[in-house]
């Protein structure tokens, strides 16, 4: 639970880094990094009571590997995103940053373990959090690189179009 806070409270902070930023206003780090920080640790928590209630072991198939990192990383990213959406939009947007951290960490999963069959082959993924320095690494890299692109890029401001400019083919 406790790599898990750090991992949220750190990929959410960076995020609202660039948000600061962005919006020349620290109080998305303030309020993100903390909220996340608490997701991560119910994330942990979830991942836990899977990686039991599955009963994963030396040589788990990765598909017991995904059962258990799914709600895990599912969580942590639903986390990532509320929080960094709580800290500087309306609750509907927060919700949507939730949905997308959701939909990414649940992607994370499901590449995690793949990737890690195929980069290195003799590691293990039989564990919730992944031993040996290289196999976390591309554990973090995965979670961090995929939570960190979909919920900046769901955070960015939608541009409208040009009030004035019709489409052709509609009726002015």
Known sequence: MVALSWLG?????????GEAFARRSPRAVLLAVPL???????AGWIGSLAYEAFG????ASLGDT???????????GAGVGLALGGSHLSLRGGLALSGAGLLAGLLASLVYPVAV??????ASTDSLIPQGAV??????GIAAG???????????PR?????????EGTKS
């Open 159 to 167: 541009q409208s179009r040009t009030p004035g400019r019709q489409r």
């Open 146 to 156: 995929l939570l960190g692109a979909t919920v900046a890029g769901a955070a960015r």
């Open 56 to 59: 994963i072991g030396p040589l």
């Open 9 to 17: 409270g750190l990929i959410a902070g960076a995020i609202a880094i």
């Open 117 to 122: 069959s195929v980069l290195l082959p003799t």
């Open 66 to 76: 995904v059962k258990a990192q799914a709600p895990m990383l599912g969580l942590l």
């Open 135 to 140: 196999n976390r690494l591309v554990w973090i």
């Open 36 to 42: 996340a920080a608490a997701g991560g640790c119910a």
